[in-house]
């Protein structure tokens, strides 16, 4: 069992993929879905958030959800909107947005891969949102949402992606976030090989965005025979589209609290000069390195930058960004000690822009917002390589690949 292989896509006919893609279903609330596939019959919403063809309100982890899911999903096939490639192909997928381009591969990976180390996890799930990726896939009997995932230093896989697109794409939609999607079909025997025995010489593959995806892919592999199917069952593979590291994007992901855990703007500023060098701005703050923080409070922006002897520079973990300001800054003085699960901490992604942060404190909603150094894909990789796992909403990575554009149906 190689580390990836060609598969069969479930696809939109060129012509229909414009009304079809459809952005992850994890980004949208369903009212959001609800109005973004108002008067789109097609769009992959109705297959990803099938909650907003029923009755406002319905519970979207309800059978009914997955059952109209599933019905969407044979709908759109039945009408050919949708269509399976008679053949195992790999696909170039490429993004565009804001002068930022990525091309990956998009392929099916193997779970033996995920369980033996080979695909690096960074990130712990929450049952909730597992257990409803099962349900989907079971229901549709097809996984949807790709997995993303990195490779580290691979000059001869650029190269290959590269060679692929150097034709005109196969599909190509800018969508209603300026997203620019385009997928090439590698349909050759040649490259296919190639590719194949590039990735399989690769030490790893890293998990990037869709830790959910995946684990519901393996607790469905699990249930269908697990290890002991044949090694080519089609539930031994998950959906992936595989990106160069150096192109992928990571945003900040900010923190917002509701509360100063009792304390005044003035008592919080005080303490927080213990562990950093605190400066007023008079513009939002945008931190430069890992140990800067901006710190929006009271409507002031603040510079924070954190004393050099408190960054644990040999702990993959400990030296993060979200690490250094929740273990000096959250925890002992906001007194949040579990961001997974505390009501107090909200998180804002940076596509949102640093003025949502100053809003939702000067509406009363919030008390404190902080600004943060994105991630960088190094540190991600260093701590899966590590065997560790990143704090909660570490990483914000954009642009998202769209829902629609391959799914694959497990056979």
């Known amino acids: 069992m190689t580390l990836i292989k060609p598969f069969r896509a479930l696809r939109p006919v060129p012509a229909r993929a414009r009304d079809v893609l459809a952005p992850p279903y994890d980004v949208l609330t369903s009212a959001e879905a609800r109005q973004r596939a108002r008067g789109k019959p097609w769009s992959f919403l109705h297959v990803s958030k099938a909650e ?17 899911a599933a019905e ?60 409803d990726r099962v349900r989907q896939i079971e229901a549709l009997n097809a996984q949807t949402g790709p997995v993303m995932m990195a490779y580290p230093h691979a000059p001869e896989i650029d190269t290959l992606l590269k060679r692929a697109t ?39 593959v890293y998990i990037a965005d869709g830790h959910h995806r995946s684990a ?6 699990e249930a269908r025979g697990g290890a002991g199917a044949s090694g080519d069952a089609s539930h031994r593979y998950f959906l992936s589209v595989i990106f160069p590291h150096h192109s992928m994007t990571i945003l900040d992901y900010n923190r917002v609290v509701r509360d100063l855990n009792g304390r005044t703007p003035e008592d919080l500023l005080g303490e927080i000069g213990e562990r950093f060098a605190v400066a007023s701005s008079a513009v939002p703050v945008r ?13 002031n922006w603040h510079q924070l930058k954190l004393k050099p002897e408190l960054v644990p520079e040999s702990d993959a973990v400990g030296r993060l960004p979200v690490s250094l300001l929740s273990h000096n800054l959250i925890e002992p003085l906001l007194g949040i000690a579990d961001q997974r699960t505390d009501k107090r901490i909200d998180f804002v992604g940076g596509g949102r822009g640093l003025p949502e942060l100053a809003r939702r404190v000067d509406s009363g909603e919030m008390a404190v917002a902080f600004s943060l150094y994105p991630t960088q894909i190094e540190d991600v990789m260093a701590v899966a390589d590590a065997g560790g796992i990143m704090p909660p909403k570490s990483t914000w990575f954009e642009p998202k690949l769209a829902d629609g554009m391959v799914s694959y149906v497990l056979d």
């Open 287 to 299: 931190p430069t390195g890992p140990r800067e923080f901006g710190m929006y409070l009271a409507g």
């Open 72 to 131: 969407n999903l044979e709908r759109m096939i039945a009408e050919r909107v949708l269509q399976r490639d008679s053949r195992p192909h790999f696909y170039a997928y490429r993004t565009s947005w804001q002068g930022r381009r990525q091309t990956g591969l998009a392929c099916v990976a193997a779970l033996a891969g995920y369980e033996n180390g080979r695909i690096r996890r960074h990130e712990l799930t929450t049952p909730t949102k597992e257990t």
């Open 166 to 204: 150097e034709r005109d794409p196969d599909v190509a939609v800018t969508a209603a976030d300026d997203v620019t999607h385009e997928l090439w079909v590698i349909a050759d025997a040649a490259p296919i090989e190639e590719l194949t025995y590039a990735f399989e010489a690769l030490p790893a």
């Open 216 to 221: 519901a892919a393996a607790r469905v592999s």
């Open 52 to 68: 907003i063809d029923l009755a406002e309100g319905t519970d979207p982890y309800s059978e009914a959800v997955y059952a109209k």
